[in-house]
């Protein structure tokens, strides 16, 4: 299994509040994305990057802020956490495309309520 | 725009076989996953496309379109343990990964 750990596995906030979510890898791999996953929409992106200090909006950025200031960090955070980024976040790795797959590894979740 | 489809659910009966399609638009293409989620579990892979044509892994197999912008999951000799969802996923411009919403298969006996 790919080295990829997501902290904390489970939060309850209150309404307002920051949240920051991590996610570790130990793979050097390039890439690192994080997604919500909510019933009826599948993953949708929320932020990705593509190298240190590298990081491009997805499909549902407003809200989210995302740093990467070393290979193996990828941060997400909530300014401001509203009920409806109560969700499931995903974080993937994925190494540079070298004509071979390249597929993401995932971590294994972490439970947001907003509450 | 990025639009990737995929049917919300869908029924088999165990030792069958089912397909399961995709169907994408999306800037740019660098490859299609299949990845296959159980219920509060991590996405895990399944297969990979670039190329046009049929890549086969044991009872899975994936099969690719890049003209028509389609791909389907083939899975034979359903178990129950099949029963789960399956994702489609586009790898795009700058390695942007873009899913669609999943397909829930039920297996039955």
């Known amino acids: 299994d790919a080295g990829i750990t997501q902290s904390p596995r489970h939060k309850v906030t209150e309404t307002g509040t920051p949240v920051t979510l991590r996610c570790h890898q130990t793979?050097?791999?390039?890439?690192m994305y994080w997604y919500r996953q909510d019933p009826g929409h599948g993953l949708r992106l929320i932020h990705y990057?593509?190298?240190?200090?590298?990081?491009d909006k997805g499909e549902v950025s407003d809200g989210y802020s995302v740093s990467r200031s070393k290979t193996e960090d990828f941060l997400l955070t909530l300014e401001s956490a509203t009920s409806s980024q109560t969700s499931v976040y995903f974080c993937?790795?994925?190494?540079?495309?070298?004509?071979?797959?390249?597929?993401?590894?995932f971590g294994q979740g972490t439970r947001l309520t907003v509450v | 725009g990025q639009n990737i489809d995929q049917p919300t659910e869908m029924t088999a009966t165990e030792g069958a076989i089912v397909q399961i399609n995709c169907t994408y638009q999306t800037s740019g293409f660098n490859g299609l996953f299949w990845y296959q989620q159980h219920a509060g579990e991590a996405p895990t892979f399944l297969s990979y496309?670039?190329?046009?044509g049929l890549e086969e892994k044991g009872r899975f197999s994936s099969f690719l379109s890049r003209s028509k912008g389609y791909s389907y999951l083939l899975l034979k000799e359903l178990q129950m343990k099949d029963s789960a969802s399956y994702l489609c996923a586009v790898k795009g411009g700058a390695s942007k990964i873009i899913f669609g919403s999943g397909t829930r298969l039920s297996i039955r006996p």
């Open positions: 496309n670039v190329l046009d």
């Open positions: 793979e050097n791999h390039r890439y």
């Open positions: 990057s593509y190298g240190v200090k590298d990081t």
């Open positions: 993937a790795i994925s190494e540079r495309d070298t004509g071979r797959v390249t597929e993401a590894f």
